[in-house]
């Protein structure tokens, strides 16, 4: 069965440094989402993309985060200066069609930990 | 902003005892998704609710969602070890972002 897959499983870095996760979302889905969720908490929507740029983005997604699709599989989330409360679990997914009104595919996530 | 809430936040049983969680938006949701997450896991989609007042069953799991559009429910019969995780509610906003709720964990003793 078709999957997303997410690198690295775990990131650590320290405060004020760029890290970029990376997602492959499954071939045919034409949406792609990022998600974070701060350890025993709810999922957060962050953003979504379609046709090659942003289509939502929550509060959370502010000038600190960019995404990017530079070629036709990768998926990337990019945090310019990373904070302590940066530190959660990134979920990238995608879907098939229809942002929201359709099942999301969720990958295994990325622990990103910043010290 | 759009606030989705669930009941219980933790939920203990038995195994063979059933379960049920509640699941409330503030804002009409144009449709409900549900999804699980296991320890260590990744949410995975269980199924989506469109209509108002519809009710779908997978084996024995039982979803709902409300006549307004603004609640739903997951009722689990006869719990197994195998049902353990967090469930969650999910929507779009009018706002066009997609809320998940804030879960309930279930653990289920044998």
């Known amino acids: 069965e078709p999957e997303v897959t997410q690198t690295p499983s775990h990131q650590v870095t320290q405060m004020g440094q760029e890290v970029i996760l990376r997602c492959v979302p499954i071939s045919n889905h034409l949406y792609f989402y990022w998600y974070r969720q701060i350890l025993g908490q709810k999922v957060e929507f962050l953003v979504s993309?379609?046709?090659?740029?942003?289509?939502?983005k929550s509060e959370i997604f502010d000038d600190q985060f960019s995404v990017e699709r530079p070629d036709g599989s990768n998926f990337t989330l990019k945090i310019r200066s990373t904070k302590l409360e940066d530190s959660a679990m990134y979920f990238c997914?995608?879907?098939?069609?229809?942002?929201?009104?359709?099942?999301?595919?969720f990958g295994p996530g990325t622990r990103l930990t910043v010290t | 902003g759009q606030q989705v809430m669930q009941i219980p936040q933790y939920q203990h049983v038995q195994e063979g005892e059933d379960f049920t969680t509640y699941c409330n938006s503030s804002t009409t949701l144009s449709n409900i998704q549900w999804y699980k997450q296991r320890p260590g896991g990744h949410p995975v989609f269980l199924i989506q609710l469109v209509k108002s007042g519809e009710v779908k069953k997978q084996k024995r799991l039982t979803f709902q969602f409300g006549e307004a559009k603004k609640n739903s429910s997951l009722h689990i019969t006869a719990t197994q070890t195998t049902d353990v995780g967090t469930y969650f509610c999910a929507g779009p906003s009018t706002g066009n972002q997609f809320y998940f709720g804030t879960g309930t964990s279930l653990t289920v003793i044998p």
């Open positions: 993309f379609y046709n090659n740029e942003i289509s939502e």
């Open positions: 997914a995608s879907s098939e069609w229809n942002r929201f009104s359709y099942e999301q595919y």
